[in-house]
């Protein structure tokens, strides 16, 4: 089974930074797209970054756009997120997710095949 770990989450005052990774390992058919959602308590899991892994095009929710970046390193089978600006709106636990299909959407997170454990971002005040 293919498995995704997350790490750099942390605790960051409000206008720092923080750069997440998830690495990949274990078989997969192909990969299509990664992507990072983020969930925080009481709140429905929105969308909020992907990549293509062939192109490396980027996709961005509007309320992260200019803000964040995510990128990808092919041969390490990993994927980052940037993090700039961050706003205690930022706050949630950030998960990253493959996608192995060309059907189905970046934006929504019933069609990725893959989740990570999660990595918490807290961004004070």
């Known amino acids: 089974q293919m498995q995704l770990v997350e790490s750099g989450g942390g605790l960051v005052q409000a206008g720092g930074s923080l750069r997440l990774s998830c690495a990949a390992s274990g078989r997969t058919f192909r990969t299509y797209a990664m992507g990072w959602f983020r969930q925080a308590p009481g709140k429905e899991r929105e969308f909020v970054a992907a990549?293509?892994?062939?192109?490396?095009?980027?996709y961005y929710a509007d309320s992260v756009k200019g803000r964040f970046t995510i990128s990808r390193d092919n041969a390490k089978n990993t994927v980052y997120l940037q993090m700039n600006s961050l706003k205690p709106e930022d706050t949630a636990v950030y998960y990253c997710?493959?996608?192995?299909?060309?059907?189905?959407?970046?934006?929504?997170?019933?069609?990725?095949?893959?989740w990570g454990q999660g990595t918490q971002v807290t961004v004070s005040s």
């Open positions: 990549i293509s892994w062939s192109g490396g095009n980027t």
């Open positions: 997710a493959e996608r192995n299909y060309y059907s189905g959407s970046y934006y929504y997170s019933n069609d990725y095949d893959y």
